[in-house]
């Protein structure tokens, strides 16, 4: 992706208006259509991103969830190797311990 991942979904939640958020929006489901595996890789190292603001934060954990439950047959989740998977597993639980409520809560 060329832009920042990180302006990308702090431009998101910190967005003055609806045509400022959906642009930032659009961004986001270019690139998690164009390439879902790095997508959620990046959602998982933002989520763990203690210099990303809290917003941003709990967006990262909101859209990899979404995102894994994704998939008209079969969720995108079941997609990924099981390698994959256990990678995400480990980065997705250490925000269980953050201190901050709403990131604990966003995956």
């Given at each position: 992706?060329?832009e ?21 929006e ?6 998690k259509?164009t ?17 990303l ?21 079969t ?9 994959v ?13 953050d ?9």
């Amino acid at each position: 992706m060329k832009e920042d991942i990180c302006e990308i979904l702090k431009g998101c939640v910190n967005s003055k208006s609806n045509e400022e958020r959906e642009a930032y929006e659009a961004k986001i489901r270019t690139f998690k259509d164009t390439n879902p595996q790095e997508f959620l890789n990046s959602m998982t190292q933002q989520l763990n991103n203690q210099d990303l603001d809290e917003g941003a934060r709990h967006l990262t954990g909101i859209l990899f969830k979404n995102t894994i439950k994704a998939g008209d047959d079969t969720p995108l989740w079941f997609t990924l190797s099981e390698e994959v998977r256990t990678e995400f597993k480990s980065r997705i639980l250490a925000p269980l311990a953050d201190n901050l409520r709403s990131v604990r809560l966003s995956g």
